[in-house]
């Protein structure tokens, strides 16, 4: 009986409802220039570039291959961070927070 109680107090304990000790605020509304400040490390350099490429449809950059970025001069790292951040927007698991990232 103890040991039942131990498990389930475990259990609750390990996969309680506040997983996270600090609640990240989120962008209201996500445009291209406010995905790429979330992504951070440079990409935003070529928030003018896409925007303007994409026509500020988000979706569209979201559904953007590798080849159509290489053509628009976005270098090999920035290319590899957009689309897999672009995936992770897609499946639900990332979203660019409000306040942008400290680069150190």
């Given at each position: 009986m103890a040991l039942a109680c131990a498990t389930h107090a475990r259990r609750f304990l390990v996969a309680?409802?506040?997983?996270?000790?600090?609640?990240q605020r989120y962008q209201a509304k996500v445009g291209?220039?406010?995905?790429?400040?979330?992504?951070?490390?440079?990409v935003e350099a070529h928030a003018?570039?896409?925007?303007e490429a994409v026509g500020g449809d988000l979706h569209r950059l979201l559904e953007a291959r590798t080849l159509r970025l290489k053509k628009l001069g976005i270098p090999c790292k920035h290319r590899k961070?957009?689309?897999s951040f672009?995936?992770?927007?897609?499946?639900?698991?990332?979203?660019?927070?409000?306040?942008?990232r400290k680069v150190e």
């Open positions: 309680g409802p506040e997983r996270s000790f600090h609640a291209v220039v406010e995905f790429l400040n979330g992504v951070g490390k440079g003018s570039k896409l925007e961070l957009i689309l672009a995936h992770k927007y897609r499946l639900g698991l990332w979203k660019p927070q409000a306040e942008p």
